[in-house]
């Protein structure tokens, strides 16, 4: 019988990344006061205080997607996902992108595979109409095996628009809006399915696309939820990223329920399959077709799903947890 998959045996411990992060940030005491101190912290992005306004910054990479580009030779889309997983947490929070800065650490310098990176940088920019203003590169040859790509964005926010998930209430509703495929989290457990079944990237997944060539198809960047922050009265949002459907928690400790999920795309199914990875597995690993979601009263839903892609998924009651379908997803302590 072939052995089930997670993400803790396909190489990545959840748990144990927490505690390792909680570590680093308990040695860390130091907080800035006055001009430039921190209101927000410990979400998607932080918030520093400059004045009538906020600075929201944060920071992410492309992780292990990258060893997928370097098996095809394809880099053109990374920098999108790198993009894309900065901005996505700014608007998180309600904060409008501005200005980004990446590092690249390479095992060696190469210009073909740093033009093909600064393609996807340059289009992720602009469709999140932002600036790459400055970066860094540094050539470790003793370090570094491949290459790693990460990087900054900062936003501003007017500090009472700040979106935190504080006011979430019982009755809300969770609007779903679809992810563009598997986006940048979960790509280890999906490369060891994928690996164990002895395919190669280069296999055809469907319609003459590569397997490689689907799990590159760039992250999403929801630019356009800050035009329904106008409009709409949002209790919360979420960034459907590491960590799945979980993400929900981060904003308020109340009963999150997903009773219509979106659909979600073939490569879910198809790594599923490949790994024999259980269903609440799968929805604390990966997105599941819902990259964003949108905490808002249900008529004011039922508006949205008017005017943009994605519907209401469920619904939000008294108590805890994330569930899907009656199945709970988070596992309690």
Known sequence: MTEKLDYSKSGVDIKQEEKAVKALISRIKHVKKGFGQPILTGHYASVLDFGMFGVAITTDGVGSKILIAEALGKFDTIGID???????DLIAIGAEPVAMVDYIAAERPDEKIMAEIAAGLEEGCKIANITLVGGETATLPDMIKGFDLAGTVIGVVEKDKIITGDKIEPGDVIFGIPSSGIHSNGLTLARKAIEKAGLSYTDEFENGKSIGEELL?????????????KKYDVHGMAHITGGGVLNLKRLKNVRFNITDPLPAQKIFRFIQELGKVDDDEMYRTFNMGMGFAIILPEEQAKKLEKEIEGRIVGYVEEGDGVYVKDMRVDKPE
């Open 217 to 229: 198809t760039p992250t999403r960047i929801y630019i356009e939820v800050l035009g329904i922050l």
């Open 82 to 88: 790198c993009v894309a997983m900065n901005v996505n």
